[in-house]
């Protein structure tokens, strides 16, 4: 009795104070001892796990590696345990001194993969995923692991609209599957799918990912989902693919505390589009001024009074001297992460428990993220039979974020184009400088003193599971999530600015409510017959039931700057404020069978009823075949097997789906928030479409996995996406009221090619060496317009099928006349033949836009990966690279003006400009008032290779050796440096290449950051 107290007491205390763990103790008369060590380099192991097999009698080592363990009776069995190691099992037949190496498990997570609905041995995997370990993620200076999936996972795209702390970000798998609606992946979080994307309540450029919550340091493993065997469980969510997320369990054993920290600076990545200094400028006006009378016909000493005049106009030098804008508006940002988690367990209760906090100010003042996170995931074996757990999240995240896009006080659109060197800061009483040469009483350097932008996000997302075994194998898993997310905002216009004097102080706030209950069931049961047949089989019903609400307002006047609560204000300029809900219900069930551990069959099938769609179009299903054969153990291989150490090939087809991001686009609708001469109104908003369906996405995938001496190991793919009833506006006649509405009619096709290969260079005592290269060739087709189109004109782009969706449609540049300076274009008039005749012209009207054989989808994308480690250093670094995109220079359209808009800055390329008869250069005669105006002309040369090869991460660490740390109880340090962008090289430098997104647009926002940390690891 006194036992079984006391032994339950050691499994409730960890559950009430997550930082403690039991060890079961029972006496015996036969005391078994030993000690535990690292085959690596012969040092003992604290903490490592001693357990009777088949008992709860056991122990850990203790700070030598030792340990003393009582049993019953002999011979028995010892199992051996330790994180990161091999699992070994010792018999012990009498009681003498026992001596175990233990053998590091470098690979652990590369044997299995985890679908949310199960795990499975990579070796009988038959789909397709990309794995990404915990050791790629770990020291790696980013808020979110998104940023850090780029170059480690084939067949993955990151993009991110802004370099600021916290801005929204995406991953794009195998190409572009939908026009209309997301292209994003679904994010599972411990098998639960999760919201994720872009809840900014500003309409910031940069938006707020809600990803950032997630603390890096808390993923186990992030697996990719890429083909249809395992993302067809997902249904009506999962054509883009699935990214799912293990966060960190605990494991039997003594607590093991890890305390991390680090600090570092930021700065931008490349030189990010430089303009002229105030004397390069100034030298660059005059000679404007002057050529431009020079040109009307006046005399060379008319145009140098004129000159000589004007100059002080456009580009006078200041009381303070020449300003750089740079100096003032942007300054070095700063890192700073701190980390501590516990973890442990004994055979009956394992948990994890971290807390973090993070903190990053961006390169301007008004721009940053902190974040507090804590997570405790906890399993409790209540009975044989019964199984109980949780994991269980809060965080805290909080962002500074300045205005981007075309705003005249934005630090990056004003600093690179109207506000100037000749421009001061401040007057020479020390008073802002409220009167600039183009940017009239807008100031950008006042503006980042008072105004400013906040965002918040509290979040916890909280899952309950129970498991029971019925009979070995049969289990009844149920797991309940809550998601819950508040989001606020405030952006305030300080009345002593620009942005806020004309309202005497605007206040906008914003308040969001996110929820999301998922609830799941599901019956498993997994055999083996006959020692050669192995099946697996699952069914389950969820139900996913997600809502959100929010409410708005903004007030203007107030009596003083230092107390803007919205309450303060004196005029009420807006209020707002609506709901919004959605469900789906789904049946699913799944089974794979193989034979002999050789032949593998799996299907999977998914039916899944949305609110998003009309009751009568509500239901669709979704299914998915796979089967793998691994060559390797068939017997015509034995004569290779010592070289050839494996081969497996496999397929896999099926059908997913992508639903309307829109919750009512079903519907027709009437609105409500416009009345007619001040009183109430309802009018027309929407049409109705009750035949709206999810997009379909058909998935066929084969591959090829080989090893070579168990040191070379490859993965070859080839896979087709199909994606129908793609969702677009379609036009209708305007007697409606209306010029669209959104239908199924389209249908794009994307198809490529995945290599990875992974080569163990050394594996020697104190060296090791291992390097992955991945590389990923994606082509986008567009298969179906709507309405029998062929083509469909957007901006600067084109939808033409047969083409890559975003081709670029512009007129074409044919470069500068050598003896004017003037621009040239080709007309590009169609012949009878349809062919393109390429005449050349100076007049922009003469000269057609045309479809251009460039596209912005990069054609392939990888990255390369060295982890080596001598003794107790160790080195890690990623290239990440893209080839065969390009970027269209939205930003051009401001600054491209060729000497037009004398008042603004000029770009540093200008230097390279047509000057006298014979030059050959891209860059027209810089001169007041150009008969071409190229800023105003869309044309080929503002498109830009997107190609890149970026150091992308890089760390160097040193381990302390263990001799050094014995005594003091630690188990691990170690010491390291780390960067994140830390070099670059593009085709195309003027800006950087990935601050382009997925459209190709390379507009006015902040490029990625460069960011050099150093910290300490320390584990005890």
């Known amino acids: 009795m006194l036992f079984n107290m006391n032994h339950r007491l050691k499994l409730v205390l960890p559950i009430l104070l997550l930082f403690c763990a039991g060890s079961a103790f029972a006496q015996s008369s036969t005391s078994l001892t030993g000690v535990v060590l690292d085959e690596a380099d012969g040092q003992p192991l604290i903490g490592a796990s001693v357990l009777v097999k088949g008992t709860t009698n056991g122990v850990s080592t203790d700070l030598d590696g030792r340990f003393r363990l009582s049993v019953n009776q002999l011979p028995v069995t010892l199992e051996f345990s330790y994180v990161g190691y091999k699992t070994q099992e010792m018999r012990v037949t009498a009681a003498k001194e026992l001596r175990v190496v233990m053998r590091q498990d470098a690979a652990i997570l590369d044997d299995v993969v985890v679908t949310g609905y199960s795990t499975v041995k990579k070796s009988a995997y038959a789909g397709s995923a990309a794995t990404v370990k915990a050791d790629k993620l770990e020291s790696i200076p980013s808020a979110s692991f998104m940023d850090l999936m780029q170059g480690n996972a084939t067949g993955v795209q990151f993009t991110t609209p802004s370099g600021q702390p916290g801005a929204a970000s995406s991953l794009r798998i195998r190409g572009m599957g939908s026009f209309n609606a997301s292209n994003s992946p679904l994010y599972v979080i411990d098998g639960v799918p999760v919201r994720s994307g872009d809840v900014d309540q500003l309409g910031t450029d940069a938006g707020f990912s809600l990803m950032s919550t997630i603390n890096t340091d808390d993923i186990e493993s992030i697996n990719v989902i890429k083909d249809a065997a395992a993302a067809s469980l997902y249904g009506s969510r999962a054509a883009n693919g699935v990214v799912i997320i293990t966060t960190k369990k605990g494991k039997v054993g003594k607590a093991v505390v890890n305390l991390r920290a680090d ?18 400028r100034r030298d660059y006006i005059y000679d404007a001024l002057y050529r431009g009378q020079i040109r009307d016909g006046v005399s060379e000493a008319e145009a140098k009074a004129y000159a000589d005049k004007d100059i002080e106009t456009y580009a006078p030098v200041p009381w303070c001297g020449y300003v750089d804008w740079n100096d003032v508006l942007f300054k070095k940002g700063s890192h700073q992460t701190y980390e501590a988690s516990i973890s442990g367990g004994t055979d009956r209760f394992t948990y994890y428990t971290s807390l973090g906090y993070l903190k990053q100010e961006g390169i301007t003042i008004q721009s940053g993220l902190e974040r507090i996170s804590g997570r405790v995931n906890a399993e409790y074996k209540v009975t044989d039979h019964l199984t109980v757990g949780a994991n269980l999240l809060f965080t805290s995240t909080n962002q500074d974020v300045y205005s981007e896009g075309t705003s005249y006080t934005s630090p990056f659109y004003s600093s690179r184009n109207c506000v100037v060197p000749s421009d001061p800061v401040y007057l020479e009483d020390g008073s802002w400088n409220r009167k600039f040469i183009r940017n009239s009483d807008r100031n950008p350097a006042l503006s980042q003193a008072y105004d400013w932008k906040r965002q918040f996000i509290n979040r916890t997302f909280n899952t309950l599971y129970a498991e029971y075994e019925f009979i070995q194998n049969l289990k009844l898993r149920s797991t309940l999530s809550y998601d819950y997310n508040v989001v606020k905002a405030k952006d305030w216009a300080d009345p002593r600015t620009s942005n806020g004097d004309d309202t005497n102080g605007s206040m906008y706030a914003r308040m969001s409510e996110y929820k999301k209950l998922v609830w799941k069931s599901q019956l498993s049961y997994r055999t083996t017959f006959k020692d050669v047949h192995h099946l697996d089989a699952l069914v389950g019903y969820e139900i996913d039931d997600a809502s959100n609400d929010y409410i708005s307002g903004q007030a203007s006047n107030f009596a ?26 789904s049946y699913l069930a799944t089974a794979n069978y193989d034979y002999r551990d050789r032949y593998y069959l799996g299907g999977s099938y998914r039916v899944d009823g949305s609110s998003r769609l009309y009751r009568d179009s509500r239901w669709g299903s979704f299914w ?6 691994r060559i390797i153990e068939e017997p015509f291989m034995n004569p290779v097997r010592d070289w050839f150490t494996d081969l497996k090939l496999r397929a896999s087809y099926g059908v997913n789906g992508t639903l309307p991001s829109d919750s009512f686009g079903y519907m027709g609708l009437s609105s409500l928030t416009s009345g007619y001469m001040g009183e109430p109104a309802t009018s027309p908003s929407q049409i109705a479409n009750y035949d709206l369906k999810w997009e379909t996405n058909y998935n066929f995938n084969i591959g090829i996995d080989f090893s070579f001496w168990n040191r070379l190991r490859g993965t070859l793919e080839y896979y087709t996406r199909d994606t129908k009833n793609l969702l677009m506006d379609m036009p209708i006649s305007m007697v409606t009221g209306f010029s669209s ?7 794009v096709h994307n198809s490529g090619v995945e290599f990875e290969l992974t080569s163990t260079n050394f594996n020697l005592k104190d060296f090791t060496w291992e390097t992955t290269f991945n590389i990923s060739a994606n082509r986008n087709e567009v298969v179906k317009l709507s309405n029998n189109q062929t083509q469909i004109v957007s901006g600067s782009k084109i939808h033409i099928i047969g083409k890559p969706y975003y081709t670029y449609y512009m007129i074409e540049f044919a470069g500068i006349n050598p003896e004017t300076g003037a621009p040239q274009f080709y007309t590009n008039t169609e012949d009878e033949n349809g062919r393109y005749v390429k005449e050349i012209t100076e007049k922009t009207a003469d000269a057609h836009a045309i479809p251009i054989d460039k596209h912005a989808e990069p054609t392939v994308i990888g990255g390369f990966n060295n982890t080596l480690r001598y003794k107790w250093f160790d080195l ?8 065969g995109g390009y970027s269209y220079d939205n930003w051009a359209q401001k600054t491209e003006h060729g000497g037009y808009d004398l008042e603004a800055n000029i770009p540093t390329y200008y230097k390279d400009s047509w000057k006298k008869p014979g030059d050959i250069t891209k860059y027209e005669l810089f001169i007041e008032a150009p008969k071409v105006r190229m800023n105003g002309v869309t044309t080929t040369r503002r498109l830009h290779s997107s190609d890149y090869i970026r150091l992308k991460t890089i760390t160097f660490g040193f381990t302390l050796p263990k001799a050094w740390l014995t005594k003091a109880g630690i188990q691990k340090a170690r010491i390291y440096a780390s960067a994140n962008n830390l070099w670059t090289w593009a085709a195309y430098d003027y800006y950087d290449p990935t601050s382009a997104g997925t459209d ?21």
């Open 624 to 629: 998915s075949l796979s089967g793998a054969w």
């Open 876 to 883: 890690a670094f990623l290239f990440s690279y893209q080839f």
């Open 263 to 280: 600090w570092g600076s930021s700065d931008f990545a490349m030189n990010f589009r430089p303009v002229m200094s105030g004397a390069e």
């Open 1000 to 1020: 190709g647009i390379a507009s006015w926002q902040t490029p990625p950051l460069k960011t050099i940390t150093a910290g300490i690891n320390v584990t005890f």
């Open 560 to 585: 003083t700057a230092v107390k803007n609560d919205l309450s303060n204000g004196m005029t009420t300029e807006s209020v707002g404020g609506a709901p919004g809900a959605q469900r789906i219900v």
């Open 741 to 747: 509405y959104l239908k199924n009619v389209g249908e």
